[in-house]
């Protein structure tokens, strides 16, 4: 055996070095702007209620594949971590098939980038809302977050009876058993496991989808809004209660939303 080979069959250690550093970089992009022209420090504000803030003079205007590639390395960074656990035990059951080595290490990179082509579907229809809302004058031009008290309180209603509905519990049902999924799921080879990343993918999308409209009230680019987030999302699909945290989350965003429009 090869050094290269013993350095491959810690796929452990490989998997979850190569995953971290994917976040990393993208949250290294976030940080510098993400093609905004502004950094992400220079739209990041700590406010419950965004839409009383002077929001500066001036706007950006970058372009619609700019804006896609901004929101789509927004939920690699948020995302990914969220996912490890299915790619983690996707690595295992190869090695336990018997397929390990730079074969097993590209399905498995497939698995993710099908689970991320599912969250660029989601970052074009979200690029497309903002370039609807910000023209309206509903979210910022310059700092990216809500403008409007009606707005903010509607997607925070919304995104807190969500947490409630039987869409929401279905989908989180499939993303905190990964187990499962694999076994119901489970698609051979490099084009199979992209068809089965991309199925998980729509899983989390139909689970956290109004949650991430959040940032519309926030900031796009609120890197305080993006960390909670990704906490919340963290929390809720991978740790034990997660489903509780997240009901808790749904009670706390619709009393949020109706001080919303009081304040």
């Known amino acids: 055996m090869t050094p290269f080979d013993t350095w491959l069959g810690r796929e452990r250690v490989v998997t979850l070095l190569g995953m971290a ?3 990393g970089a993208c949250w290294f992009y976030l940080w510098t702007g993400a093609g905004t022209g502004m950094s992400a420090l220079e739209m990041t504000t700590v406010a419950l209620f965004p839409h009383r803030l ?23 960074a948020m995302m990914t971590p969220s996912a490890a656990p299915l790619v983690m035990l996707y690595r295992r059951v190869l090695r336990h098939r018997g397929a390990d080595g730079p074969g097993a290490a590209f399905t498995s990179v497939s698995l993710l980038a099908g689970y991320l082509a599912a969250w660029l579907a989601f970052s074009i229809g979200a690029a497309l809302l903002q ?54 799921h489970w698609r051979p080879g490099v084009v199979g496991s992209f068809l089965l990343g991309a199925r998980h993918g729509m899983y989390c999308v139909g689970c956290c989808w109004l949650l991430m409209a959040l940032l519309f009230v926030g900031g796009v680019m609120n890197v305080v809004w993006i960390a909670a987030l990704s906490l919340f999302v963290f929390a809720e699909k991978i740790l034990p209660g997660g489903d509780l945290v997240g009901r808790v989350l749904g009670v706390v965003l619709i009393a949020w939303a109706g001080v919303t429009l009081i304040v």
């Open 21 to 23: 550093a994917l976040v």
């Open 54 to 76: 002077a929001a500066g003079m001036g706007s950006m205007d970058p372009s619609l594949p700019t804006v896609i590639a901004m929101w789509w390395v927004m939920m690699i």
């Open 131 to 184: 370039a609807l809302l910000q023209p309206a004058g509903l979210i910022s031009a310059m700092m990216l977050w809500s403008k409007s008290a009606v707005l903010s309180a509607v997607v925070l209603a919304l995104a807190g009876l969500y947490q409630f509905s039987p869409l929401k519990r279905a989908c989180l049902r499939q993303c905190r058993a990964p187990a499962g999924f694999l076994v119901s």
